[in-house]
Nanobody, 131 residues
Framework: QARLSDSGGGSVQTGGSLRLSCAASTDIYLGNCMGWFRQAPGKEREGVAYLYTGGGFTYYADSVKGRFTISQDNANNVYLQMTNLKPEDTAMYYC?????????????????????????WGQGTQVTVSS
Protein backbone atom coordinates (compact mmCIF):
# COMPACT_ATOMS: atom_id res chain seq x y z
CA GLN A 1 0.00 0.00 0.00
CA ALA A 2 1.42 3.35 -1.06
CA ARG A 3 2.26 5.40 1.99
CA LEU A 4 3.90 8.68 2.96
CA SER A 5 4.57 9.68 6.54
CA ASP A 6 5.84 13.16 7.23
CA SER A 7 7.10 14.61 10.50
CA GLY A 8 9.43 17.14 12.07
CA GLY A 9 7.35 20.29 12.25
CA GLY A 10 7.29 22.55 15.26
CA SER A 11 7.40 26.10 16.53
CA VAL A 12 10.52 28.22 16.20
CA GLN A 13 11.44 31.86 16.26
CA THR A 14 12.49 33.89 13.26
CA GLY A 15 15.91 32.78 12.11
CA GLY A 16 15.52 29.30 13.51
CA SER A 17 15.84 25.96 11.77
CA LEU A 18 13.80 22.79 11.41
CA ARG A 19 14.22 19.56 9.50
CA LEU A 20 11.19 17.81 8.08
CA SER A 21 11.30 14.10 7.33
CA CYS A 22 9.23 11.95 5.03
CA ALA A 23 9.25 8.17 4.93
CA ALA A 24 7.91 6.71 1.71
CA SER A 25 6.91 3.20 0.80
CA THR A 26 9.13 1.70 -1.86
CA ASP A 27 6.42 1.46 -4.49
CA ILE A 28 5.97 5.24 -4.65
CA TYR A 29 9.57 6.26 -4.00
CA LEU A 30 11.66 4.50 -6.61
CA GLY A 31 11.80 6.26 -9.95
CA ASN A 32 9.47 9.01 -8.89
CA CYS A 33 9.49 12.62 -7.78
CA MET A 34 9.37 13.48 -4.11
CA GLY A 35 8.58 16.91 -2.86
CA TRP A 36 7.37 19.24 -0.16
CA PHE A 37 4.37 21.51 -0.43
CA ARG A 38 2.92 23.93 2.06
CA GLN A 39 -0.39 25.59 2.68
CA ALA A 40 -1.00 28.54 4.95
CA PRO A 41 -4.50 29.45 6.18
CA GLY A 42 -6.44 31.23 3.47
CA LYS A 43 -3.79 30.60 0.84
CA GLU A 44 -3.37 28.12 -1.96
CA ARG A 45 -1.04 25.18 -1.63
CA GLU A 46 2.38 25.88 -3.10
CA GLY A 47 5.28 23.70 -4.09
CA VAL A 48 8.35 24.34 -1.98
CA ALA A 49 10.97 21.86 -3.19
CA TYR A 50 11.07 18.75 -5.34
CA LEU A 51 13.62 16.16 -6.37
CA TYR A 52 13.75 13.18 -8.69
CA THR A 53 14.77 10.13 -6.67
CA GLY A 54 16.93 8.88 -9.52
CA GLY A 55 19.00 12.04 -9.34
CA GLY A 56 19.57 14.95 -11.68
CA PHE A 57 16.64 17.22 -10.86
CA THR A 58 15.81 19.52 -8.00
CA TYR A 59 13.49 22.48 -7.77
CA TYR A 60 13.06 25.22 -5.20
CA ALA A 61 10.46 27.92 -5.00
CA ASP A 62 12.01 31.37 -5.24
CA SER A 63 10.81 32.18 -1.74
CA VAL A 64 12.96 29.43 -0.18
CA LYS A 65 16.06 29.38 -2.38
CA GLY A 66 19.20 29.61 -0.31
CA ARG A 67 17.35 28.75 2.90
CA PHE A 68 15.79 25.33 2.32
CA THR A 69 17.49 22.15 1.11
CA ILE A 70 15.75 18.98 -0.04
CA SER A 71 17.66 15.72 0.20
CA GLN A 72 17.17 11.98 0.25
CA ASP A 73 18.85 8.92 1.70
CA ASN A 74 19.09 5.28 0.71
CA ALA A 75 16.13 4.21 2.83
CA ASN A 76 13.27 5.91 0.96
CA ASN A 77 13.40 9.00 3.15
CA VAL A 78 13.25 12.58 1.95
CA TYR A 79 14.16 15.57 4.07
CA LEU A 80 13.61 19.29 3.99
CA GLN A 81 16.21 21.23 5.93
CA MET A 82 14.85 24.68 6.64
CA THR A 83 17.11 27.45 7.89
CA ASN A 84 16.69 31.16 8.51
CA LEU A 85 12.98 30.62 8.92
CA LYS A 86 10.64 33.57 8.55
CA PRO A 87 7.08 34.13 9.80
CA GLU A 88 5.86 33.81 6.22
CA ASP A 89 7.10 30.22 6.22
CA THR A 90 4.36 29.36 8.70
CA ALA A 91 2.15 26.71 7.12
CA MET A 92 1.16 23.08 7.10
CA TYR A 93 3.86 21.22 5.19
CA TYR A 94 3.05 18.11 3.20
CA CYS A 95 5.32 15.48 1.77
CA UNK A 96 4.25 14.35 -1.69
CA UNK A 97 5.17 11.87 -4.38
CA UNK A 98 4.37 11.66 -8.06
CA UNK A 99 5.43 10.57 -11.49
CA UNK A 100 8.23 12.35 -13.32
CA UNK A 101 7.56 14.43 -16.41
CA UNK A 102 9.45 13.90 -19.63
CA UNK A 103 9.47 16.86 -21.97
CA UNK A 104 9.81 16.58 -25.73
CA UNK A 105 13.04 18.56 -25.44
CA UNK A 106 14.63 16.70 -22.54
CA UNK A 107 13.44 13.21 -23.41
CA UNK A 108 13.60 10.07 -21.31
CA UNK A 109 17.04 10.83 -19.91
CA UNK A 110 16.00 14.13 -18.32
CA UNK A 111 13.04 13.63 -16.01
CA UNK A 112 11.53 16.65 -14.40
CA UNK A 113 9.22 17.12 -11.44
CA UNK A 114 6.12 19.25 -11.83
CA UNK A 115 3.54 20.13 -9.22
CA UNK A 116 0.64 18.81 -11.27
CA UNK A 117 2.10 15.31 -11.26
CA UNK A 118 2.13 14.85 -7.49
CA UNK A 119 -0.68 12.52 -6.46
CA UNK A 120 0.37 10.95 -3.16
CA TRP A 121 0.30 13.01 0.02
CA GLY A 122 1.41 12.72 3.60
CA GLN A 123 -0.78 13.78 6.48
CA GLY A 124 1.05 17.07 6.97
CA THR A 125 3.20 18.59 9.68
CA GLN A 126 2.74 22.08 11.07
CA VAL A 127 5.54 24.65 10.97
CA THR A 128 5.04 27.85 12.94
CA VAL A 129 7.57 30.67 12.91
CA SER A 130 7.09 33.49 15.36
CA SER A 131 8.62 36.95 15.12
Amino acid sequence: QARLSDSGGGSVQTGGSLRLSCAASTDIYLGNCMGWFRQAPGKEREGVAYLYTGGGFTYYADSVKGRFTISQDNANNVYLQMTNLKPEDTAMYYCAAGSPYYSDYGGASNPECRSANFGYWGQGTQVTVSS
